[in-house]
């Protein structure tokens, strides 16, 4: 079974100077790809990094952490990704579980010293060895690395410590909304399986061009930037930050085919000014997901840039357990998660793991070949990830119907559970988005001593807007939103809070909410 690394060498030969990426600081072909992950394997070998062990990898998006993922593969080491929004706490956790022995990373990100930072986490009795600093981004040619070589490497050593496609290649984290994050154990024939479905979904082909604006080290990212596009030998746009301008003048730029977003990010850019002078008319597809899709804002993204939402529902565990396709109709598309996947074995369980699928209504669970091989090195976490008898549970809730369409009702923690009744948050971010004054919103449990739970929503405004609560309930009767849904806490923030996956943080909201609704003495 073909590698990306094999496959990358192969579009070296045929297509060498065809672009790979597409990014802010220009393209890298697929020469360069190749090349550059080759050099990077060679420097990761002679450092003494011996196949098997674990290299964190702390990068901005761009061409360049595909470089060291790559590199890394070629040098037969398993990636630590870790997401770029990642702060210190997450670093040190992540590479503390992963065992980590080296970590790439720019000198600085953000405000974080990486440097300073791996003395202090090797200092601390972690089996980290070596830090690669990229001195300059490892897709540039002059990219140079502080370690420096201890031993010399041949082509046939290196050759021969290359990962196949069942090995263990990848780590990354569930995105840490709640607590501290676990690791996700990958392999690479589950995302060329996955590619497979997201060609036939979405009816690509190689002269599509791809923008993927997730992180590269998440699911999401990794199957729209690092697999499909390599894939197919399409190239892939990818933006060092994203932000909703920059990423609507690289559609218009770059002529991009298939995006691919969280529903914040494609939210941001219908909110962003820019989009109505912003040529989109080359865009056919998005796929979305990462989190509920607001019915709403899906059919305003159709109607006002022509192209089609699509979307994989499933986890960064799991992979894919349905989708939506072109043949779907619209009701279908923007309403449902899609049928289910075949190959998948989907089934409903409740909550002692018990299959309940001809209810219609339940936790799904699956035992097919998109899933991933449980958390690494996490006996405890392993243990509520499966049933009894095997099948690995997704953490959400959903509705099953007679055509096979899957309908998300929420996350098993993302129900408001007020006077006995369950609230689902995503039904009530999916109604007060409807309020035009509101740009993103995100409901958490408010807690109560009469009722147990509260419905509270926090919102971040369109600019020059404001809104009270009564405004908001106002709006919502108008509209016959059922009164359920009716938040009976506002809070505005000027930015919600992202998680390192680039959701929403609701981890955090949950806590601020505690905070607030805390007694003062």
Same mark, same amino acid.
């Not at 080759?38 to 062990?53: Q, V, Y």
């Not at 909550?351 to 405890?380: K, M, Q, W």
């Not at 807007?465 to 009564?470: N, V």
């Given at each position: 079974?073909?590698?990306?690394?094999?496959?990358?060498?192969?579009?070296?030969?045929?297509?060498?100077?065809?672009?790979?990426?597409?990014?802010?600081?220009?393209?890298?072909?697929?020469?360069?790809?190749?090349?550059?992950?080759?050099?990077?394997?060679?420097?990761?070998?002679?450092?003494?990094?011996?196949? #098997?062990?674990?290299?964190?990898?702390?990068?901005?998006?761009?061409?360049?952490?595909?470089?060291?993922?790559?590199?890394?593969?070629?040098?037969?080491?398993?990636?630590?990704?870790?997401?770029?929004?990642?702060?210190?706490?997450?670093?040190?956790?992540?590479?503390?579980?992963?065992?980590?022995?080296?970590?790439?990373?720019?000198?600085?990100?953000?405000?974080?010293?990486?440097?300073?930072?791996?003395?202090?986490?090797?200092?601390?009795?972690?089996?980290?060895?070596?830090?690669?600093?990229?001195?300059?981004?490892?897709?540039?040619?002059?990219?140079?690395?502080?370690?420096?070589?201890?031993?010399?490497?041949?082509?046939?050593?290196?050759?021969?410590?290359?990962?196949?496609?069942?090995?263990?290649?990848?780590?990354?984290?569930?995105?840490?909304?709640?607590?501290?994050?676990?690791?996700?154990?990958?392999?690479?024939?589950?995302?060329?399986?996955?590619?497979?479905?997201?060609?036939?979904?979405?009816?690509?082909?190689?002269?599509?061009?791809?923008?993927?604006?997730?992180?590269?080290?998440?699911?999401?990212?990794?199957?729209?930037?690092?697999?499909?596009?390599?894939?197919?030998?399409?190239?892939?746009?990818?933006?060092?930050?994203?932000?909703?301008?920059?990423?609507?003048?690289?559609?218009?730029?770059?002529?991009?085919?298939?995006?691919?977003?969280?529903?914040?990010?494609?939210?941001?850019?219908?909110?962003?000014?820019?989009?109505?002078?912003?040529?989109?008319? %080359?865009?056919?597809?998005? +796929?979305?997901?990462?989190?509920?899709?607001?019915?709403?804002?899906?059919?305003?993204?159709?109607?006002?840039?022509?192209?089609?939402?699509?979307?994989? +529902?499933?986890?960064?565990?799991?992979?894919?357990?349905?989708?939506?396709?072109?043949?779907? %109709?619209?009701?279908?598309?923007?309403?449902?998660?899609?049928?289910?996947?075949?190959?998948?074995?989907?089934?409903?369980?409740?909550?002692?793991?018990?299959?309940?699928?001809?209810?219609?209504?339940?936790?799904?669970?699956?035992?097919?070949?998109?899933?991933?091989? #449980?958390?690494?090195?996490?006996?405890?976490?392993?243990?509520?990830? +499966?049933?009894?008898?095997?099948?690995?549970?997704?953490?959400?809730?959903?509705?099953?119907?007679?055509?096979?369409?899957?309908?998300?009702?929420?996350?098993?923690?993302?129900?408001?559970?007020?006077?006995?009744?369950?609230?689902?948050?995503?039904?009530?971010?999916?109604?007060?988005?409807?309020?035009?004054?509101?740009?993103?919103?995100?409901?958490?449990?408010?807690?109560?001593?009469?009722?147990?739970?509260?419905?509270?929503?926090?919102?971040?405004?369109?600019?020059?807007?404001?809104?009270?609560?009564?405004?908001?309930?106002?709006?919502?009767?108008?509209?016959?939103?059922?009164?359920?849904?009716?938040?009976?806490?506002?809070?505005?923030?000027?930015?919600?809070?992202?998680?390192?996956?680039?959701?929403?943080?609701?981890?955090?909201?949950?806590?601020?909410?505690?905070?607030?609704?805390?007694?003062?003495?």
């Amino acid at each position: 079974m073909q590698t990306l690394a094999t496959r990358i060498d192969a579009l070296a030969r045929t297509q060498p100077d065809a672009p790979a990426f597409l990014g802010d600081a220009g393209s890298l072909t697929w020469r360069e790809y190749a090349e550059r992950s080759d050099r990077f394997a060679e420097h990761l070998a002679a450092l003494g990094l011996t196949p #098997g062990e674990r290299v964190a990898v702390v990068l901005p998006d761009g061409p360049g952490v595909h470089v060291a993922f790559v590199g890394c593969e070629k040098a037969g080491l398993v990636v630590m990704g870790i997401g770029p929004r990642a702060g210190r706490e997450e670093i040190r956790h992540l590479v503390a579980k992963s065992g980590a022995a080296a970590l790439v990373s720019r000198a600085s990100m953000r405000e974080l010293d990486l440097r300073a930072l791996f003395a202090e986490l090797r200092d601390s009795g972690l089996p980290l060895r070596e830090h690669v600093v990229a001195e300059a981004q490892l897709d540039a040619g002059d990219t140079c690395y502080a370690a420096a070589p201890r031993t010399s490497v041949s082509a046939a050593d290196l050759a021969s410590r290359r990962l196949g496609a069942e090995d263990l290649f990848l780590l990354n984290s569930t995105s840490g909304t709640t607590g501290l994050p676990k690791c996700v154990t990958h392999h690479q024939a589950r995302w060329f399986h996955f590619h497979e479905l997201a060609v036939e979904s979405g009816e690509m082909t190689p002269r599509d061009v791809f923008f993927s604006v997730l992180p590269a080290p998440f699911g999401f990212g990794l199957w729209t930037a690092h697999f499909t596009p390599t894939a197919l030998g399409a190239p892939c746009v990818v933006l060092e930050k994203f932000t909703p301008e920059a990423a609507l003048a690289a559609i218009e730029r770059h002529r991009v085919t298939v995006l691919a977003a969280v529903s914040t990010q494609f939210i941001m850019m219908l909110n962003s000014p820019a989009l109505d002078r912003t040529d989109l008319s %080359s865009l056919r597809a998005l +796929y979305t997901g990462g989190e509920a899709v607001p019915y709403e804002r899906a059919l305003e993204w159709e109607q006002r840039t022509g192209s089609l939402v699509l979307q994989f +529902y499933g986890s960064n565990e799991t992979g894919a357990l349905s989708r939506t396709t072109t043949r779907d %109709s619209q009701e279908k598309r923007l309403t449902t998660a899609g049928r289910l996947i075949d190959s998948m074995r989907v089934r409903l369980c409740n909550d002692a793991g018990e299959d309940v699928t001809a209810s219609g209504h339940g936790i799904p669970a699956c035992r097919g070949p998109l899933a991933c091989r #449980g958390y690494y090195d996490d006996v405890a976490a392993n243990a509520k990830l +499966y049933t009894r008898d095997g099948w690995m549970l997704t953490g959400d809730v959903a509705r099953l119907d007679a055509d096979g369409y899957f309908s998300i009702v929420g996350r098993t923690a993302d129900f408001i559970i007020r006077g006995g009744k369950n609230i689902s948050g995503p039904a009530v971010e999916d109604a007060v988005s409807s309020h035009p004054a509101i740009a993103l919103a995100a409901a958490v449990a408010w807690p109560d001593a009469v009722f147990g739970e509260r419905v509270c929503v926090y919102a971040e405004l369109r600019a020059g807007e404001s809104l009270t609560l009564e405004d908001l309930t106002k709006h919502l009767e108008a509209r016959g939103t059922s009164r359920e849904w009716w938040p009976e806490r506002l809070v505005v923030l000027g930015a919600l809070p992202r998680a390192s996956g680039g959701k929403v943080a609701k981890g955090e909201l949950r806590a601020d909410a505690m905070r607030r609704a805390a007694p003062t003495s």
